[in-house]
């Protein structure tokens, strides 16, 4: 779990206006919060402190605020935004091709190698209910463990004490400067085993250690997102009040 962004962004947020504001934007960022928000509910986790989390992990700029972004990948310790959920998704299954075991997924930058085995694909950690309802649990359990949520936040990212500290800064400082959560009416709130399956072309199960995702040629991350989404998560999770 490498955070993808440094100290810098939270100062740029504020002298460059609004950027990355368009509709497609807004919406995508607003579901690691509305999975967050369920995942807080689950797990008696502090919404806050998910929130913050998963900023300090995906971070970006739009609108003028720090937000979230589900489609966030850290290869090895690179990072990349993608527009959409298929291209992260490609982009996995390439480097996984060659060999990839070491990188994070999603709104809460889940590490494939340590924490796959708790999904049954890849396809599952992108999804920003299941991700945000793994990382709350690990949240919950650091808590019982160290006592403060920040101490939690820091061990969230690593369990060496300098890159601890350093998080736990960082996601602080986040936590603080945060301003109220705003509802977003019409998060499907079922539980994942609940909700409609996703269409799938070729079912892995986790002990094939297989990526469920699809092949193709995908296009390389930028750090401005497409205006162009087919979300599969989206349709299955969310869905977002257009006249709101």
Not at 199 to 204: E, T
């Amino acid at each position: 779990m490498f955070p993808i962004f440094g100290r810098f962004l939270i100062g740029l947020i504020a002298s460059v206006g609004p950027v990355f504001a368009s509709p497609d934007t807004s919406n995508t960022a607003n579901m690691c919060d509305l999975a967050a928000s369920k995942a807080a509910d689950d797990w008696n986790v502090p919404l806050d402190v998910l929130r913050a989390i998963s900023r300090t992990e995906t971070g970006r700029a739009i609108g003028g605020k720090l937000q979230p972004w589900p489609w966030t990948v850290n290869m090895e310790g690179h990072g990349e935004w993608f527009g959409a959920e298929d291209e992260a998704r490609a982009y996995v299954f390439q480097h996984f091709k060659r060999g990839a075991r070491s990188f994070d997924v999603g709104c809460f930058q889940i590490n494939y190698k340590w924490h796959g085995a708790a999904f049954r694909s890849i396809d599952e950690m992108f999804d920003p209910i299941l991700n945000a309802n793994y990382a709350a649990r690990f949240l919950r359990d650091l808590y019982q463990e160290f006592g403060d949520w920040t101490s939690a936040a820091g061990a969230f990212h690593s369990r060496t004490r300098t890159h601890a500290e350093n998080y736990s800064a960082r996601f602080e400082e986040i936590r603080n400067t945060m301003t109220a959560f705003d509802q977003t009416v019409g998060l499907d709130v079922r539980n994942p085993s609940d909700r409609p399956e996703r269409q799938r072309s070729d079912p892995f199960s986790s002990s094939a250690r297989a990526p469920l995702i699809r092949g193709g040629t995908g296009r390389m991350g930028s750090l401005v997102p497409s205006r162009k989404s087919g979300s599969a998560s989206l349709q299955a999770i969310i869905a977002m009040n257009s006249s709101r």
